[in-house]
């Protein structure tokens, strides 16, 4: 994927994507903790197939293909579209942690544009409340003029970043294995970044009836570190 950043572009994806922002996604784990209680993930080749399996068929690519549309929606304008995308998003959605996850950071990472941004409000009360987090990382790339494909990479990529961390503490794994994983994932990163920018509108679908179970499972689960 051939990829130009100005230098305030640059920037503005480190910021958007860091794990410094203040949106609480440190705080889930996408069923990644029931999988470990359940044993059915429990070592570094597990996860990353787990993962893999998530960047090729599963809801992180409807996240992404949505938050390119809310990106495109921004850009001109259409509020509208944002707003038939945040409630398309939300009907989506297969849990109620992973709804309730995706609105909380939705609703954080707004407040936060409202503040740093208060040029950006119009567009934040047009969506209105709930808003998925998906909806409010397209606003923010647009309005900081992020390169489109770079929106995309850093998505997933940060995504990824989370889990793997998620992974690290409840397996649990080494520092040093977490970035080897992600260092791992970075062509399948690449090669569903290309695959989601191409998607139609009619092909929005995913496979996740394992990411579905266990996290149904994880909202009675006895003993827990994550909220999803």
Same mark, same amino acid.
């Given at each position: 994927m051939d990829i130009t950043l100005t230098d305030n572009s640059f920037l503005a994806i480190l910021q958007l994507t860091s794990p410094a922002l203040p949106v609480g996604a440190y705080s889930y784990s996408e069923g990644l903790?029931?999988?470990?209680?359940?044993?059915?993930?429990? =070592?570094?080749?597990?996860?990353?197939d787990w993962l893999a399996s998530q960047l090729s068929y599963g809801a992180i690519r409807i996240e992404a293909a949505v938050m390119l549309r809310a990106y495109k929606s921004?850009?001109?304008?259409?509020?509208?579209?944002?707003?038939?995308? =945040?409630?398309?998003?939300?009907?989506?959605?297969?849990?109620?942690?992973?709804? =309730?996850?995706?609105?909380?950071?939705?609703?954080s990472l707004m407040q936060l544009l409202g503040k740093l941004q208060p040029e950006i409000m119009p567009i934040v009360n047009a969506v209105g409340n709930p808003s998925n987090y998906a909806i409010a990382f397209g606003i923010a790339a647009a309005h900081w003029q992020i390169n489109i494909q770079a929106?995309?990479?850093?998505?997933?990529?940060?995504?990824?970043?989370?889990?793997?961390?998620?992974?690290?503490?409840?397996?649990?794994?080494?520092?040093?294995?977490?970035?080897?994983?992600?260092l791992?994932?970075?062509?399948?990163?690449?090669?569903a970044a290309v695959e989601i920018l191409a998607l139609e509108d009619d092909e929005l679908a995913c496979c996740t009836w394992g990411l579905s179970l266990a996290s149904m499972q994880h909202e009675t689960q006895y003993t827990r570190l994550f909220r999803s």
């Open positions: 903790e029931t999988l470990v209680e359940q044993n059915t993930i429990t =070592n570094q080749q597990t996860l990353q921004a850009k001109i304008g259409d509020l509208a579209a944002l707003t038939h995308w =945040n409630h398309w998003l939300s009907a989506a959605r297969e849990t109620t942690e992973l709804r =309730n996850a995706s609105w909380q950071m939705g609703r929106a995309v990479l850093g998505y997933l990529h940060s995504w990824a970043s989370n889990l793997i961390t998620a992974g690290v503490k409840l397996i649990p794994l080494g520092q040093t294995t977490g970035q080897q994983l992600l791992d994932l970075q062509p399948l990163l690449n090669i």
